[in-house]
């Protein structure tokens, strides 16, 4: 019998957690498999082991993992494969496939498009962008941040992208900051490129409330809030239905 697992990261911060279950819930109803389960890598229960049992007890034998990642990074490359072929040898019957992150999408650019322009109304060319990654000493979160900033650019029309990262790689998020509020006289409009809420989504607010008396600082919020990401997680699931 065939099941989809999803693991999304996991968070200390209750609402987030939250957040991504009510996500997931959503998904779940809108996809036509019996066996369903939701599991975290870390910080937050079901863990993946979890996940995965329940779904054996409820007769898996075919299970298609869906990571809730944006990017392609430790966790994804290292962290997930490693718990789940400890499980495939723990359960050696059942069939594993796993789905990539959300990489770098057309149609997330086009919604975060639509973010800002819902937060900021029109972008003029003296506005600055700035988008904020969870962070990576992985090179290729570097490159696809690169087409990110190139893709929201293109779609923005303004002259003043620039990405800052909260952890492991440079920018940080205060240089970042300072950076963007010099390269231009307009507003400052910050796109934080996380998928929920959570402790760093928080950390992000935090800094645009205390730089709001400098400048006109506008945040987008959360990936999720678009209806886009829950239809890419939906979409791909025909062939299991």
């Known amino acids: 019998m065939k099941a989809i697992l999803y693991i999304g990261h996991g968070t200390r911060s209750k609402k987030g957690a939250e957040e991504v279950k009510s996500f997931l819930n959503r998904v779940i109803e809108r996809v036509d498999t019996l066996i369903q389960e939701v599991s975290f890598l870390e910080l937050t ?3 993946i082991e979890e996940g995965f049992r329940r779904c054996v007890e409820r007769g898996a034998t075919e299970m298609t993992v869906v990571p809730i990642f944006l990017l392609a990074a430790g966790h994804i490359k290292e962290d997930i494969p490693n718990v789940l072929s400890a499980l495939s040898e723990q359960y050696p ?6 789905r990539n992150p959300f990489g770098v999408q057309d149609e997330i650019l086009n919604a975060i498009a639509e973010l800002v322009r819902e937060a900021a109304g029109k972008v003029t060319p003296q ?3 700035l988008i904020v990654g969870r962070g990576s000493s992985d090179p290729s979160i570097h ?8 893709g929201i650019k293109e779609r923005l029309q303004t002259n003043h992208v620039s990405v800052c990262y909260l952890a492991a790689a440079e920018p940080r998020l ?3 900051f300072e950076a963007a509020m010099e390269s231009s006289a307009g507003r400052v ?3 934080p490129y996380l998928l929920f809420s959570g402790l760093l989504l928080a950390e992000v607010n935090q800094m645009v409330r205390k730089k709001q008396n400098e400048r006109e600082i506008i945040c987008t ?7 886009v990401i829950e239809d890419i997680v939906v979409e791909g699931f025909d062939e299991i239905r």
Do not use: K, W, Y
């Open 45 to 47: 229960e079901p863990s």
């Open 189 to 191: 409009i910050v796109i």
């Open 143 to 150: 490159t696809a941040f690169t087409m990110i900033a190139s």
């Open 221 to 227: 919020g959360q990936l999720s809030r678009h209806r």
């Open 127 to 129: 506005d600055a962008v």
């Open 93 to 98: 019957e059942v069939r594993v496939n796993v």
């Open 174 to 176: 205060p240089e970042g």
